[in-house]
């Protein structure tokens, strides 16, 4: 069993996210942490615990950050709705499920420190795992892997030309996350269009499979899959959680990957949370390395990926909400 906490700001597509990590064999699932991000913290944390009673897992889900480190909370909920999940009232309410006592950035140091194979996986803001990283740096070495749904690569942002909504929310504590020398792969919202989109015949076909977890992940989007045509003009569920956490599962889901120095631009408005991705190496250049000393001196620099096989995403998605 591979070991994952799982940090989160409990959208609509980081429901799915989560269920299909909770439904993997071969996935310990060992926290849940909550941040706010597409949703207040109190809003994250109740529907983070409904995923998991929906799962009928045992997993401990821990309260978090409720803003950013800096900057003012800016919400998502035009996209997701007020309650993050369509708002469907109490349709999505936890029964059973409680909070765990403690604070999330603890959580995540003690996993870090008692598994030596932990795999992060990030699906909001990274404003919990800056503060982990600030609090006990040791840990950056002690992660195995750190799946950042996150970023745009070389791209256009989702949130402004620039910048993705989860970078964009808390540069500042993404601009350190990306220094830590953690094992970052990190997985843009550009594998979340196209042919990465759930179109109206693979819903239809979702719809088939006739199970809770296939019906969630659909209702629960509905509402962000008018946001979406709205934002992109394209019809489908777009997905970007869930395509990271089968990058998590399945790093060879990831087609084409590299390392490259990464930072984060936190000053200008223009281009705030934008993920700079020094692709060609242009950075070594000594004219430069003032700009970029931080991440050029990053001793593991971030994974990006590049190309993903779409059909082997859904395959996937299929068989985990089946």
């Not at 310990?28 to 009673?53: H, K, M, S, W």
């Not at 978090?64 to 919400?75: E, I, K, Q, T, W």
């Not at 699906?123 to 006990?136: E, I, S, V, Y």
């Not at 223009?270 to 991705?277: A, D, E, F, P, S």
């Amino acid at each position: 069993m591979r070991p994952f906490l799982i940090d989160t700001d409990a959208g609509s597509d980081d429901a799915v996210a989560v269920v299909m990590a909770l439904r993997q064999h071969d996935v310990d699932v060992r926290a849940i942490t909550a941040v706010a991000g597409n949703v207040p913290l109190g809003q994250a944390l109740q529907n983070a615990r409904y995923f998991v009673e929906l799962c009928a897992a045992d997993v401990p889900v821990y309260a978090g950050a409720d803003r950013p480190l800096l900057r003012d909370y800016v919400s998502a909920d035009w996209f997701h709705g007020a309650d993050g999940l369509g708002d469907w009232g109490d349709r999505y309410v936890p029964r059973r499920t409680q909070a765990t006592a403690g604070h999330a950035v603890d959580a995540i140091i003690d996993l870090a420190r008692a598994a030596s194979d932990l795999t992060i996986v990030t699906l909001g803001p990274l404003t919990n795992l800056a503060l982990a990283l600030r609090k006990a740096p040791d840990i950056a070495e002690r992660v195995d892997r750190c799946v950042i749904m996150g970023g745009a690569a070389c791209t256009n942002g989702n949130v402004t030309p620039a910048a993705e909504y989860n970078i964009w929310c808390d540069p500042e504590a993404a601009q350190i996350v990306f220094r830590s020398g953690l094992a970052i792969e990190m997985v843009g919202w550009e594998f979340s269009q196209g042919p990465f989109v759930l179109s109206l015949q693979d819903i239809e076909a979702l719809r088939d499979l006739n199970t809770p977890y296939a019906e969630f992940a659909i209702d629960s989007n509905i509402k962000g899959m008018r946001g979406y045509e709205v934002q992109t003009g394209e019809i489908g569920i777009s997905l970007p959680d869930g395509v990271a956490m089968a990058v998590a599962i399945d790093p060879s889901i990831c087609g084409r990957s590299s390392h490259h120095a990464v930072d984060v631009e936190c000053d200008s408005e223009l281009t705030r949370g934008m993920t700079v991705v020094d692709k060609l190496g242009v950075t070594a250049d000594e004219r430069n390395q003032s700009a970029w000393r931080a991440a050029l001196q990053t001793p593991t620099k971030p994974s990006i990926c590049w190309e993903l096989d779409a059909q082997r995403w859904k395959t996937m998605l299929f068989r985990l909400l089946g």
